[in-house]
T-cell receptor
Framework: GQQVMQIPQYQHVQEGEDFTTYCNSS?????IQWYKQRPGGHPVFLIQ?????EVKKQKRLTFQFGEAKKNSSLHITATQTTDVGTYFC?????????FGAGTQVVVTP | DTGVSQDPRHKITKRGQNVTFRCDPI?????LYWYRQTLGQGPEFLTY????????KSRLLSDRFSAERPKGSFSTLEIQRTEQGDSAMYLC???????????????FGPGTRLLVL
């Protein structure tokens, strides 16, 4: 079956810095979703990418789908303390979603 | 609050006991999902309903787990003869299905945290 790897597992960021987290698959994906889970909270949908090479922006967050549709990235600029949490990518297929293990982000003021 | 609700929020039980969790999805959402999440991991898919029909079930789900959505609204997840390895957060999510752009947005509930002693 499809496997999804997220790197890095942990990310310590100084407030104001940029960082990128990656989601890689061994197979071509039809789509990919990103979620954010705050500490003690539940996953919250951020975005879905469908097209090869697609780039979507949400304020300081930039999401990209690879040309081969096998990987995706989330780039956050000027990190703020509100960005703390775990970011998951998820592969969706016919009602069955497979989540990666997530990138846990810690922001140092 | 019109979001997804789950009950109870916490459950402590002894090994071998049965437990049942309830999920109330967002009104008119026809899709409902159950996931299990352990510390440091992403949500693990358990099962999926389209209205009252259970369309997908993870092969990781043992026979001790059963889920129902009898009227296509709320759903229950029952675990029989609980084991310590069942300790986890059980998340429910609902969605209105695929949008015109082919996107499906899942809305997660707060989860039920189960501890099996």
């Amino acid at each position: 079956g499809q496997q999804v790897m997220q790197i890095p597992q942990y990310q310590h960021v100084q407030e104001g810095e940029d960082f990128t987290t990656y989601c890689n698959s061994s197979t071509t994906l039809s789509n990919i979703q990103w979620y954010k889970q705050r500490p003690g909270g539940h996953p919250v949908f951020l975005i879905q990418l469908v097209k090869s090479g697609e780039v979507k922006k949400q304020k300081r967050l930039t999401f990209q789908f690879g040309e081969a549709k096998k990987n995706s990235s989330l780039h956050i600029t000027a990190t703020q303390t509100t960005d703390v949490g775990t970011y998951f990518c998820a592969l969706g297929s016919w009602g069955k979603f497979q989540f990666g293990a997530g990138t846990q982000v810690v922001v140092t003021p | 609050d019109t979001g997804v609700s789950q009950d109870p929020r916490h459950k402590i039980t002894k090994r071998g006991q049965n437990v049942t969790f309830r999920c109330d999805p967002i009104s008119e959402h026809n899709r409902l999902y159950w996931y299990r999440q352990t510390l440091g991991q992403g949500p693990e898919f358990l099962t999926y309903f389209q209205n009252e029909a259970q369309l997908e079930k993870s092969r990781l789900l043992s026979d001790r787990f059963s889920a129902e959505r009898p009227k296509g609204s709320f759903s229950t997840l029952e675990i029989q003869r609980t084991e310590q390895g069942d300790s986890a957060m059980y998340l429910c999510a609902s969605s209105p299905g695929l949008g015109v752009d082919g996107q499906e947005t899942q809305y997660f509930g707060p989860g039920t945290r189960l501890l099996v002693l």
